[in-house]
């Protein structure tokens, strides 16, 4: 029964906290609200993908690199970009020029980085978080026993005793903590992306997952921490 009480606590902390802003470097902040608030005007005919990121480069001083991949994936024709645009959200024309390519765009050490849309959603690395401290015993105690009392010489019962058993029955278990976090982080990217993975051995949570689903792993568990 706490053992809900904690999750639900947790879960409704962390619907609270989305609507904080995350903490992320100044370089980062700069290039997202560029993104969501700077409208660009543009006629690309033909127009390579170099010559129209060059030219988005140079109209926003955004830093923008092409993985190496997105060329041997994709030939100079496929990447090809026909895009006449007038007074439209950066971001929205990043998402025209890059989708119909199935590629996408990611933050990176202050610069965005063009790359195929899959290597994106599947790039991750791993990162090891201490748990120990929230493998704890909750005071989850059980309700008294009652039994009724019948005295000696066989007359109707006539009392009751009561009993409390004042050890605790419950531990927060590696497996909840496992459990809680992925069913509270990542939607579907435990199972859609193959190389995402959670275990948890010796109060160590061992997370192979994308940058932004560590954000969400590292709030949680903060959040954990403080209905301890």
């Known amino acids: 029964m706490l ?3 904690v999750l639900t606590a947790a879960v409704a902390a962390m619907t609270c906290a989305a609507f904080a802003q995350d903490d992320i470097d100044p370089k980062k902040q700069e290039i997202l609200n560029k993104l969501n608030n700077q409208r660009i005007t543009v006629d690309f005919n033909a127009a390579s ?3 129209a990121l060059n030219y988005i480069r ?5 830093n923008i690199v092409v993985d190496a991949e ?12 026909n895009l006449k645009v007038k007074d439209l959200l950066l971001k929205s024309a990043l998402k025209l020029m890059l989708q119909s390519k199935e590629l996408a ?3 990176r050490d202050g610069v965005l980085v063009i790359m195929p849309k899959d290597k994106v959603n599947t790039s991750v690395v791993t ?4 748990v120990r401290d929230l493998l704890f015993k909750i005071a989850d105690f059980p309700g008294p026993k009652v039994e009724l009392a019948s005295p000696s010489g066989g007359t109707p019962l006539t009392g009751a005793t009561f009993s409390l058993d004042s050890e605790a029955k419950s531990t927060i278990t590696e497996d909840f ?3 809680l976090v992925k069913s509270n982080t990542g939607e579907k990217s435990w199972d859609d992306n193959p190389n995402a993975s959670i275990t948890l051995a010796n109060g160590l949570l061992i997370v ?3 940058k932004k689903i560590h954000t969400e792993v590292d709030r949680m568990l903060n959040m954990l921490r403080q209905f301890k």
């Open 3 to 5: 053992k809900q009480w």
């Open 49 to 51: 993908l170099d010559d």
């Open 58 to 62: 140079d109209m926003t001083n955004i």
């Open 70 to 81: 997105v060329h041997t994936k994709l030939s100079e024709d496929q990447l090809k970009v």
């Open 105 to 107: 765009c990611t933050y």
């Open 127 to 130: 990162r090891v978080y201490d």
């Open 177 to 179: 903590i496992s459990e």
């Open 208 to 210: 192979t997952q994308s």
